[in-house]
């Protein structure tokens, strides 16, 4: 994984892949919330800054409010989640992403 890096923060885990920092729940956030049954997604193009409300996610054992681990746009979002919200709850975390972000300080990711 030359060039990757990541991080783990809050119950997401965060994943610099040279060009975006994507984003997805922790397999710990999985348990600690239950199976997940709704994520409300941003918008692609809006800009969140560091500790601002970014998610919502509501599972069997709790709703939960996930704030921005970094500064920056979202770039992308799983598309998969509307058709499948199970991807969420997949034993591999890397299949759990949910949104990438562009225009992000380094030194943001950094300090995590």
Not at 19 to 48: D, H, M, R, S, W
Not at 60 to 66: D, G, H, P, R, Y
Not at 89 to 106: G, Q, R
Request: hydrophobic letters at 40%.
């Amino acid at each position: 994984m030359a060039g990757k890096h990541l991080k783990k923060t809050e119950n997401l885990w965060i994943l610099f892949n040279g060009k975006e920092y994507c984003i997805g729940l922790t397999n710990e956030a999985q348990e600690e919330l239950g199976q997940v049954t709704f994520i409300n997604l941003p918008k692609v193009g809006k800009t969140y800054q560091k500790g601002e409300p970014l998610l919502e996610v509501e599972a069997e054992k709790a709703v939960s409010e996930i704030a921005s681990p970094i500064t920056g746009t979202i770039s992308s979002v799983n598309e998969k989640i509307d058709a499948d919200i199970n991807i969420l709850n997949d034993e591999d975390e890397m299949n759990a992403w949910i949104l990438s972000f562009k225009e992000v300080d380094s030194q943001d990711f950094d300090r995590l």
